[in-house]
């Protein structure tokens, strides 16, 4: 393999990383877009990622047409290629995105799945419960509801970002971008009491030596922070013991309901946009249509002239 196709699979592996993490995406998802990926940069021939534009994109799309590839299988190549080069632009890897105005053989766009109010107060409430940790879960759970953070940018939050009992928290997003975000009432109580214990936890262990963590929710691992396949597993049994369909809930689906549930309630899309740390107002829109999906499915559900008779 020669240095940029190792380059080339460094992209994929980060990029399908973060898609297992941060959107949930399935098994057979991740290896559908690696194998994509991997074809793309095959046809590369040597070329390295960071220097591909439009152009090779669009000769690479012919190229599977007159490979006889299904409308479907080539939407999703596209779909890996542009979701790839978004990631890229968003770590600063590139200065650009080159697959930005590259349209293909379209296919239904899938809403993203979120979460009730009643969905998610029962997760709170569980988080409370649990038998371990309840602390430390209701912390997490509150802040992320409350603020919409991605889940990398959760768990590895830094413990002097809490110092203070803050109103605001200031998060450091991807590619290092930093935006403030606001806290409600029970987020900033579940932080207190959270930074409280861990700080008499680690006076503790001061004294036998071990280092204070920089951050607030600290793990013995090498990142020094909770992981995010941790958390992920966290939500799967809180959504058991809440008695919420597991498969509903994720890091991301909880963001989701912040996104929802704001604009259900009034907020408008560039404060949403901001408080997301979206780049893209394109990207803040989809919710949009997810209030539209429930709006519509309230009226067919409840409006007296929808029943049949």
């Given at each position: 393999?020669?240095?940029?196709?190792?380059?080339?699979?460094?992209?994929?592996?980060?990029?399908?990383?973060?898609?297992?993490?941060?959107?949930?995406?399935?098994?057979n998802?991740q290896l559908?877009y690696?194998?994509?990926?991997?074809?793309?940069s095959?046809?590369?021939?040597?070329?390295?990622?960071?220097?591909?534009?439009?152009?090779?994109?669009?000769?690479?799309?012919?190229?599977?047409?007159?490979?006889?590839?299904?409308?479907?299988t080539?939407?999703?190549r596209?779909?890996?290629?542009?979701?790839?080069?978004?990631?890229?632009?968003?770590?600063?890897?590139?200065?650009?995105?080159?697959?930005?105005?590259?349209?293909?053989?379209?296919?239904?766009?899938?809403l993203?799945?979120?979460?009730?109010?009643?969905?998610?107060?029962?997760?709170?409430?569980?988080?409370?419960?649990?038998?371990?940790?309840?602390?430390?879960?209701?912390?997490?759970?509150?802040?992320?509801?409350?603020?919409?953070?991605?889940?990398?940018?959760?768990?590895?939050?830094?413990?002097?970002?809490?110092?203070g009992?803050?109103?605001?928290?200031?998060?450091?997003?991807?590619?290092?971008?930093?935006?403030?975000?606001?806290?409600?009432?029970?987020?900033?109580?579940?932080?207190?009491?959270?930074?409280?214990?861990?700080?008499?936890?680690?006076d503790?262990?001061?004294?036998?030596?071990?280092?204070?963590?920089?951050?607030?929710?600290?793990?013995?691992?090498?990142?020094?922070?909770?992981?995010?396949?941790?958390?992920?597993?966290?939500?799967?049994?809180?959504?058991?013991?809440?008695?919420?369909?597991?498969?509903?809930?994720?890091?991301?689906t909880?963001?989701?309901?912040?996104?929802?549930?704001?604009l259900?309630?009034?907020?408008?899309?560039?404060?949403i946009?901001?408080l997301?740390?979206?780049?893209?107002?394109?990207?803040?829109?989809?919710?949009?249509?997810?209030?539209?999906?429930?709006?519509?499915?309230?009226?067919?559900?409840?409006?007296?002239?929808?029943?049949?008779?």
């Amino acid at each position: 393999m020669n240095f940029n196709k190792r380059l080339n699979a460094q992209w994929i592996q980060s990029f399908i990383e973060a898609q297992a993490a941060e959107l949930d995406a399935a098994t057979n998802t991740q290896l559908a877009y690696a194998r994509d990926l991997i074809d793309f940069s095959d046809w590369l021939a040597g070329m390295h990622f960071d220097t591909v534009l439009k152009k090779h994109i669009e000769k690479y799309l012919i190229w599977c047409d007159t490979q006889g590839l299904a409308k479907a299988t080539r939407a999703r190549r596209l779909s890996a290629i542009k979701q790839l080069f978004r990631f890229a632009f968003e770590e600063l890897w590139r200065s650009d995105n080159p697959a930005i105005q590259i349209s293909g053989p379209g296919r239904d766009k899938l809403l993203p799945k979120t979460l009730s109010h009643d969905e998610v107060d029962a997760l709170l409430t569980a988080a409370r419960e649990i038998k371990k940790d309840a602390l430390r879960t209701t912390c997490l759970m509150e802040l992320l509801y409350a603020t919409g953070m991605r889940v990398t940018e959760l768990v590895s939050l830094p413990v002097s970002a809490a110092r203070g009992d803050p109103r605001m928290l200031l998060v450091c997003g991807k590619g290092g971008k930093e935006r403030m975000v606001p806290l409600s009432p029970p987020a900033r109580a579940a932080t207190i009491i959270w930074l409280k214990t861990l700080d008499n936890a680690q006076d503790a262990a001061f004294k036998d030596g071990v280092k204070r963590s920089r951050f607030l929710f600290p793990s013995r691992g090498k990142l020094g922070h909770l992981t995010r396949q941790s958390f992920f597993n966290l939500t799967k049994d809180l959504a058991i013991a809440g008695g919420v369909a597991p498969s509903k809930v994720t890091p991301h689906t909880l963001r989701h309901a912040f996104a929802t549930h704001l604009l259900e309630g009034g907020a408008d899309l560039r404060s949403i946009q901001t408080l997301l740390g979206h780049a893209d107002i394109a990207t803040t829109e989809i919710y949009t249509h997810v209030l539209d999906e429930r709006l519509k499915k309230l009226v067919l559900e409840h409006h007296p002239l929808s029943k049949t008779t």
